[in-house]
C-alpha cells in the first residue's frame, strides 16, 4: 500500500510468492507502481496490480508496467468480468493493444515477441468477489474463459451482504466465502482471500484456498513497532531473539 522501490524490494524478499501493489486503496499512483512492478520482479517474485476499477486504461497501464497479473475490485456482472477478460488479452482473445516495451522487464528481458505471444496464457486475471450481485451470479463469473482466480474481499463482502466485519465473523458471510471457493474449483479456476495475519492465512490455507494475501505492509510496520517498543517498555515479554539476523546490536 505505500510506494517506494526498497519498500516494495524488502517485502519481495521476506520469501512470499507475489506482491500485490494496492492502487485501489493503497498510496500507490502510476508512477511508483511502475517501479514497484519492476523491483518485485527482479526479486524473482511475482508483481500483481490491484488496479482501481473496472477500466480498460487502467488495465492496460498495470499490464504494460510488466505486472505478472491484475486483481480488478468491485466486479458486480458477468458482462462486467468479459469486459475486463477482453481489455486483458491481446487479439483475437481481446482488445489490449500492444506497443510498450516496459513488461520484458520483469520477464527475463525475453523479446517482445516472446511476450505477445505468451502475455494471453499466462498472465493472471483476477476478479475480486465482494458485491452481493457478483455473489449471485458466482459460478457464472467463474465460467468465464480468461477469469483465472476469484479472489474474497471479506469486508467489503461482508458490507455488500448486509453482514460487516465487526467482531466475530457472522455465519452468513462464512458461508458466502465457502460459496465462491465451490464455485471456483467447480469451474477449474483458483480461489483466494485476503486476510490481515499469518493465523489467518494458515486457516484457509488448510481449507483449499489457493492464494493468499497475509497481511498489508501499512499495518505490518505499526504492528512491528508497537509490538518492539512494548517489549522495550517491559510491557510485555519478549520471543526471546536478538533482533535481527545478521546484525549483531553493537
Wanted: aromatic share 6%.
Amino acid at each position: 500500500m505505500l510506494p517506494g522501490t526498497n519498500h516494495a524490494r524488502a517485502i519481495a524478499r521476506s520469501g512470499v510468492d507475489w506482491v500485490c501493489v494496492d492502487c485501489e486503496h493503497g498510496n500507490i499512483d502510476d508512477s511508483a507502481m511502475h517501479e514497484a512492478v519492476v523491483a518485485i520482479a527482479k526479486e524473482g517474485v511475482s508483481p500483481i496490480v490491484r488496479i482501481a476499477a473496472n477500466e480498460p486504461w487502467m488495465v492496460k497501464r498495470a499490464l504494460d508496467s510488466g505486472a505478472h497479473g491484475i486483481c480488478v475490485p468491485l466486479i458486480y456482472t458477468v458482462e462486467d468480468t468479459k469486459r475486463l477478460v477482453e481489455s486483458a488479452k491481446f487479439p483475437p482473445e481481446g482488445r489490449r493493444g500492444f506497443g510498450s516495451p516496459l513488461p520484458v522487464q520483469c520477464f527475463n528481458d525475453e523479446p517482445l515477441t516472446y511476450y505477445l505471444q505468451n502475455a494471453n496464457s499466462t498472465l493472471l486475471t483476477i476478479v475480486q468477489i465482494e458485491t452481493a450481485s457478483a455473489l449471485e451470479q458466482v459460478r457464472e463469473i467463474a465460467a468465464v474463459p480468461g477469469v483465472d482466480v476469484l479472489l474474497i474481499g471479506p469486508f467489503d463482502l461482508g458490507n455488500n451482504i448486509g453482514r460487516p466485519i465487526l467482531g466475530e465473523m457472522h455465519q452468513e458471510l462464512k458461508d458466502a466465502i465457502e460459496k465462491i471457493k465451490e464455485a471456483a474449483h467447480a469451474e477449474g479456476k483458483k480461489v483466494g482471500i485476503y486476510t490481515n495475519s499469518g493465523e489467518q492465512a494458515r486457516m484457509y490455507a488448510e481449507r483449499g484456498f489457493d492464494m493468499i494475501s497475509i497481511l498489508t505492509d501499512q499495518i505490518a510496520l505499526t504492528a512491528a513497532f508497537s509490538n518492539s517498543l512494548a517489549v522495550a517498555g517491559g510491557k510485555i515479554e519478549g520471543s526471546g531473539d536478538n533482533g535481527v539476523k545478521g546484525y549483531d546490536g553493537k
